[in-house]
């Protein structure tokens, strides 16, 4: 089992950044892609970003490219997701995930945290 904390989510204001940790414990390398996801008050959840553990390769939702950036210290067993220039649009609970396979699907994600609170105010 992988054991997922997502920490790091306050309130913002549109334009400022903030950096959304995942600290994963258990058999994190058993499942070598972590994702994160978001999911926004009435709507469903959705991808925004994955890293991989052997190359660090990473994967970007259109809708975040050239403004988030996910990385991974695996000494630490832990990833990061940097939020720049947020907006609005940007609030959501967001959630950090662990699993076996390059995909931006949730439902091939295995393990789950509980999710941390993004708002970012106009």
């Known amino acids: 089992q992988v054991q997922l904390v997502e920490s790091g989510g306050t309130l913002v204001q549109a334009g400022g950044s903030l950096r959304l940790s995942c600290a994963a414990s258990g058999r994190t390398l058993s499942y070598p892609t972590m994702g994160w996801f978001r999911q926004a008050p009435g709507k469903e959840r959705e991808f925004v970003a994955y890293?991989?553990?052997?190359?660090?390769?990473?994967y970007y939702a259109d809708s975040v490219k050239g403004r988030f950036t996910i990385s991974r210290d695996n000494a630490k067993n832990t990833v990061y997701l940097q939020l720049n220039n947020l907006k609005p649009e940007d609030t959501a609970v967001y959630y950090c995930a662990a699993g076996k396979l390059l995909t931006t699907m949730q439902n091939r994600y295995n393990y789950w945290g509980q999710g941390t609170q993004v708002t970012v105010s106009s």
């Open positions: 890293i991989t553990y052997s190359s660090g390769s990473t």
